[in-house]
């Protein structure tokens, strides 16, 4: 099992940029994803990562998000432009299908 641990979130105006991390407990050497929750909703996807570096976004969130990974510190990153309010969510990190458990996540909130 692996455990993941968020940051970099907080209060964003709309148009803003916030980079998130993510850190894993060991490495794993696998794709892994970033996903978000908004309030009464369920997990969605953001991006995705291979091990190799190779990202995946679905058609809704190109062009705003960038996902990339430092293996050597066991790291995910999203960056984040031009945040729209409808942004505002925890997000989290984990791999692709069979999920572990969830993190605390890190909450971004873009209002202005």
Excluded at 29 to 52: C, D, F, M, N
Excluded at 73 to 88: F, G, H, I
Aim: charged share 15%.
């Amino acid at each position: 099992q692996v455990q993941f641990v968020e940051s970099g979130g907080g209060l964003v105006q709309p148009g803003g940029s916030l980079r998130l991390s993510c850190v894993a407990s060991k490495i794993f050497p696998s794709i892994i994803a970033w996903y978000r929750q908004a309030p009464g909703k369920q997990h969605e996807l953001v991006a995705r990562i291979t091990w190799t570096g190779s990202p995946t976004y679905p058609d809704s969130m190109k062009g705003r998000f960038a996902i990339s990974r430092d293996n050597a510190k066991n790291t995910v990153y999203l960056q984040m432009n031009s945040l729209k309010p409808e942004d505002t969510a925890v997000y989290y990190c984990n791999r692709v299908g069979q999920v572990f458990p969830w993190g605390q996540g890190t909450q971004v909130t873009v209002s202005s």
